[in-house]
């Protein structure tokens, strides 16, 4: 029999003290839709699995908005998808290292991308891929004009941000189970 192995990126939850969800309870919700081998990684929503068939993100959005009465788009990916984002930085060692990741729910239009390049502000940086927003800061995060709202609004897609940390995080507990 084989498994798949997932990665659920949860976007918005437990930000500023909006939709809050425990990850033990989070946890539970998953292990209760017979998902296997369920451990999350800090408050920001990842959580990685093992299932006997395919999953579709919808049915996880599902399963937390009856549970939890919001929804919460969940972007679902493998380790060698988020691998690959990672290899593909086009920053150098010292800013991919302080560079966010705003992975991508779907591909951006041409025209949606193409806007959102003629934005420019001092000490930041983008590069914009089909499957993530490469995003550096000079200043830090907290400073920062753009974020995964303003990547939202100007591509028209739904994105999840994850730091570098979490990015090696998430490899390194996939990798070991």
């Known amino acids: 029999m ?3 192995r997932y990665i659920a990126l949860l976007r918005g939850i437990n930000v500023s003290g909006q939709k809050k969800i425990l990850m033990a309870d989070l ?3 998953f292990e209760s839709m017979g998902l ?3 451990q999350t990684y800090i408050q920001s929503g990842n959580v990685l699995f093992h299932s006997e068939k395919e999953i579709a993100s919808e049915y996880l959005s599902e399963a937390i908005e009856k549970q939890y009465g919001w929804h919460v788009p969940v972007l679902l990916t493998t380790a060698g998808e988020l691998q690959t984002i990672l290899d593909r930085c086009p920053f150098p060692k010292e800013k991919k290292e302080k560079s966010y990741f705003m992975i991508l729910f779907k591909p951006p ?3 949606n991308t193409e806007i959102t390049l003629s934005y420019n502000f001092p000490n930041e940086q983008f590069v914009i891929t089909p499957q993530c927003v490469y995003y550096y800061c000079a200043t830090g995060y907290g400073r920062a004009k753009m974020s995964g709202n303003f990547f939202e609004q100007k591509l028209q897609v739904t994105v999840t941000a994850r730091n570098f940390r979490t990015m090696i995080k998430l490899l ?3 990798n070991s189970t």
């Open 109 to 111: 239009s041409t025209k």
């Open 172 to 174: 390194e507990i996939a």
């Open 2 to 4: 084989s498994m798949y």
């Open 36 to 38: 296997l081998n369920v």
């Open 27 to 29: 946890r539970a919700l």
